[in-house]
């Protein structure tokens, strides 16, 4: 790494860390102002809060990383145009893209690592944020009832077979009790079981205690009763516990209206939904389609935020750094506008998904290249 760029990367790495430490004490207080209250009727210790916000800080970071590298850059480049830095670097040969090399390598590292944040680490800290909660509450539910679902239903479409009603079902274990299942044979007729449980060990769904009837293709035909079994394994049946409870997850984010539109469903969600429904309804493809496109949109926030960052610090070595606060408040609002609008239309089916959810991200990335052109 050549000296000029450990200088601008040291100049710009220390407000940025400022700036992610001032967001997060912001976001903390802010947080536990409005919820003091309700931890304290949870019975939580200075400790409890504290582990708290800490299994929360991922879920925060793809707010706070973005705007940190805006107000960082707009402070540090600022700073360099006011003291002549920018013109004595240009006159000595270097071309604004050189100079912002360190910038972008810095972009591509906060892209990935806000992916990896956001898809693998955010799920399972939130969840254990939740349990902090409930630590102290002396008639909370028992480790088995917390993940108990009951009277799930659900279709796989992949296979043309329901599951439902079924009595209750183990979101962590995949134990079913009460199971009901109907499927559609190869000769066209119907078969349903009905059980007193089931598991899926090795990849098999088996079931105790079954009682299972057949019907013939005709509307008027009655079921027919087979023979009880104690045991029934049913290789075919590929329903896995990640695609059940990835359709418990986004059928609950589906139906449940939000004021805010994000990128709140993990990849693996969506496509552990889509395996069971290869083909969903075009409203439900439109809203999933559009949230698996911003998952890959969000994290690339942060190298649009460098882009357009540059050439509206450089353009002018007068500025007072207190503009570039205002401008990286100004420029967050924009993009969040911009993003909520391409969202919406998204999800609504109004726009092709890519285009909702990389809208904010194209829209500034171009502004950004075209500014950096037109500097001299």
Request: contains cysteine; aromatic residues 12%.
């Amino acid at each position: 790494m050549r000296l000029l760029d450990r200088y601008l990367l040291r100049e710009f790495l220390v407000p940025l860390a400022y700036c992610i430490c001032g967001f997060l004490i912001f976001w903390v207080a802010f947080d536990l102002f409005s919820e003091l209250h309700a931890m304290q009727d949870k019975h939580l210790l200075a400790s409890d809060i504290a582990e708290y916000y800490l299994f929360r800080i991922p879920e925060f970071l793809p707010v706070a990383l973005p705007v940190s590298l805006l107000l960082a850059l707009l402070y540090a480049i600022t700073n360099h145009a006011r003291h002549n830095e920018l013109t004595a670097m240009r006159t000595a040969g270097l071309s604004l893209w050189r100079l912002c090399a360190s910038y972008l390598a810095v972009g591509f590292l906060a892209c990935a690592a806000l992916f990896v944040l956001d898809e693998f680490c955010a799920p399972k800290t939130a969840e254990a944020a939740e349990q902090i909660l409930l630590r102290h509450i002396q008639r909370r539910p028992g480790p088995d009832e917390q993940h108990q679902i009951r009277n799930l239903a659900f279709k796989n479409s992949r296979e043309d077979r329901f599951w439902g009603p079924i009595g209750v079902y183990n979101l962590v274990t995949g134990e079913m009790t009460q199971p009901h299942v109907e499927w559609r044979l190869a000769d066209g007729s119907w078969r349903s079981i009905f059980a007193d449980r089931a598991v899926r060990t090795n990849g098999v769904w088996t079931f105790y205690r079954v009682h299972e009837f057949k019907a013939m293709t005709a509307t008027n035909s009655l079921p027919v009763p087979l023979p009880e079994m104690n045991v029934l394994a049913e290789p075919e049946f590929s329903e896995t516990l990640e695609e059940i409870k990835s359709e418990i997850n986004i059928r609950d984010r589906y139906g449940r209206p939000t004021r805010t539109h994000r990128a709140d469903v993990p990849i693996n969600e969506i496509l552990n939904y889509r395996r069971l429904h290869p083909d969903p309804e075009p409203a439900v493809n439109a809203w999933l389609s559009t949230k698996l496109e911003g998952r890959f949109a969000g994290p690339f926030t942060c190298l649009v935020v460098v882009m357009i960052a540059l050439p509206f610090a450089a353009a002018s070595g007068r500025r007072n750094v207190f503009v570039g606060v205002a401008a990286s408040i100004s420029i967050f609002f924009a993009y969040f506008i911009i993003q909520q609008f391409g969202f919406a239309l998204g999800e609504a089916g109004r726009v092709p998904a890519w285009l909702g959810a990389w809208l904010p991200n194209l829209t500034f990335g171009i502004a950004g290249v075209a500014m950096m052109f037109k500097i001299r």
